[in-house]
């Protein structure tokens, strides 16, 4: 996974996967999302990034573990 940030455009990229784009959805003004040919989410773009992430020039990377249930 990549995170990208712009600041000459403010926008906020995720890459999850590095492969062409075959569709994209806005969800929400400013919200889009990419897939592959499979269907599968390749990124996840904000625009206005500034107006939605606290600071979007820093990044903070947490792996957690499920607690297995007895």
Known sequence: MKVI???????????FRDEPVA??????????????KDGRI???EVLDASQHVTEPQGIAY??????KVP
């Open 23 to 36: 569709e994209s959805d806005e969800l929400r003004e400013g919200l889009i999302i990419d897939y592959g």
């Open 62 to 67: 947490e792996v957690t573990r499920r607690q």
């Open 5 to 15: 940030y712009d600041p000459d455009t403010d926008t906020l990229n995720l890459l």
């Open 42 to 44: 390749i990124s996840l």
